[in-house]
């Protein structure tokens, strides 16, 4: 992959100047990731490493890379206030008038020069003779303006400003929550959603996961210059319990969409999963003979209730058609989704429907629906959540969930080296983890 970046830019690039200023580039990178990897070691839960290279990059807005090799060339970083022109900004530098003439004049990608927004900050870069050497432009959010002196000119390239990629190490012991527990070792509300929706499948995270259980995540941070923007996906995880090691890590197919495999080619994602929500406690579970809160009387209960508070969104645990939606007596506001001709979903109690919803609209796995509430007869906000077989009520949380199958033959090949070198970054950070704590 290192091999491809450089000979991709290298065909790209003009002259020697501009090899400089990649083996610079690559320098700095370097030297990023050790200042990462060194003062991010003391953290007791997370660690971060940099990825391979091509992504490791650093917007030359902040590291002009050149002044590596020239260290006596000045820079300066000038804010755009109201009112300044390009001509007022050149002067204030010493530059002439004859010098921005000539810059106007490199074509198409200039034109964004001919409206400087107050707040847009430039960077010029001058050589000891106080001659222009480098201009950076910020053009757009992700996009800046590069105008350099070759030696036999100047040259002006837009070009995307890089988001960085950064591999980061999450680890931890269950304690109490797999939520709580994942938000100490630093994961976001989103990857740890997605942390349940990989393996929620596979593991019951309500009834199974217990105390002393382990796991370890690598996923992504996003920066731009090198500012924490958010998160990406999830990279690869692994979950131990029970004894048992259930690993997963992603696999982008080339049609471009990111699926979760076991590192043997297993799909992990099942085309039903078994919970609604992320996040909540079972209030009540499945019973033919239950003593009704409100009604007082022993009745049958038939889906499991889930405590949670209202607003919480509620997700469709299954791709398929709505067939009901609306006020359903003692279910208040409901939705039931018929899956296929085997399973029917029904969701109770909603305070309200999410957007678009209407009798006959197809939603997919994992979409939001509805949010919880207490509407119908309910003593507090929870979502009831039943699942029919054939018409038959079945017990959601006990019930058999359908397989996801293996991975397509054909992308098998492509997916267990991607899963050999995901597996073993994982188990090399946790080995480091281990190592360090
Ligand atoms: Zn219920």
């Known amino acids: 992959m290192d091999y491809y970046f450089l000979r991709n ?8 100047k501009s090899l400089l200023w990649l083996s610079s580039f690559i320098c700095i990178a370097l030297a990023l990731i050790i200042t990462f990897c060194t003062s991010d070691n003391q953290a007791s839960f997370t660690t971060t490493k940099t990825v391979s290279l091509p992504q490791a ?23 755009v206030n109201k009112g300044d022109t390009l001509d007022s900004i050149f002067k204030q530098q010493g530059l002439n008038a004859r010098l921005l003439q000539q810059i106007m004049n490199l074509g198409a990608p200039v034109k964004a020069l001919q409206a400087l927004h107050p707040g847009q900050t430039l960077k010029f870069i001058m050589n000891e003779q106080g001659q222009l050497e480098e201009l950076f432009i910020p053009v757009s959010k992700n996009q800046l303006l590069v105008i350099r002196n070759t030696g036999q000119g100047f040259e002006a390239k837009t070009t995307d400003l890089p988001i960085t990629n950064k591999m980061t190490f999450a680890s931890g012991t269950i304690t109490g929550s797999l ?3 994942a938000k100490n070792a630093g994961l976001s509300k989103a990857s740890i959603s ?10 019951d995270f309500a009834k199974t996961l217990r105390k002393g259980d382990t796991f370890n995540v690598v996923y992504e941070k996003k920066y731009l210059n090198g500012k924490h923007i958010g998160n990406g996906d999830i990279i690869a995880a692994e979950i131990k319990t029970h004894g048992k090691t259930y690993a997963a890590t992603r696999y982008i197919d080339p049609r471009g969409k990111t699926h979760y495999y076991s590192p043997k080619g297993m799909n992990l994602h099942q085309p039903i999963e078994r919970y609604p929500l992320h996040f909540a406690f079972i209030s009540s579970t499945f019973s033919l003979h239950r003593y009704h809160p409100i009604l007082h009387i ?23 058609r709505i067939i009901f939606i609306g006020k359903d007596g003692g279910y208040g506001n409901a939705i039931k989704i018929r899956h296929n001709r085997k399973y029917t979903m029904i969701y109770g109690h909603m305070s309200r429907f999410a957007k678009h919803m209407h009798h006959g609209t197809r939603v997919h796995e994992g979409q939001l629906i509805g949010y919880v509430g207490q509407t119908g007869l309910a003593t507090g906000p929870h979502l009831h959540y039943e699942v029919r077989i054939y018409g038959k009520p079945k017990d959601p949380l006990k019930i058999k969930l359908p397989h996801g199958g293996p991975i397509k033959k054909t992308y098998l090949k492509d997916y267990l080296p991607v899963a ?12 480091d983890h281990i190592t360090n704590s």
């Open 420 to 431: 050999q070198t995901e597996m073993a970054e994982l188990n090399a950070l946790s080995q």
């Open 57 to 79: 990059s650093e917007s030359p807005i902040r590291h002009s890379l050149r002044t590596i090799e020239h260290p006596t060339w000045q820079s300066a970083n000038i804010k």
């Open 194 to 203: 997605q942390l349940s929706s990989i393996f929620g499948g596979e593991i």
């Open 9 to 16: 830019n290298t065909t790209a690039m003009h002259n020697s």
């Open 298 to 320: 022993y009745r049958p209960h038939y889906g499991v209730d889930l405590a949670a508070v209202t607003g919480t969104p509620i997700h469709s645990t299954a791709n398929g």
């Open 179 to 181: 939520y709580l527990s």
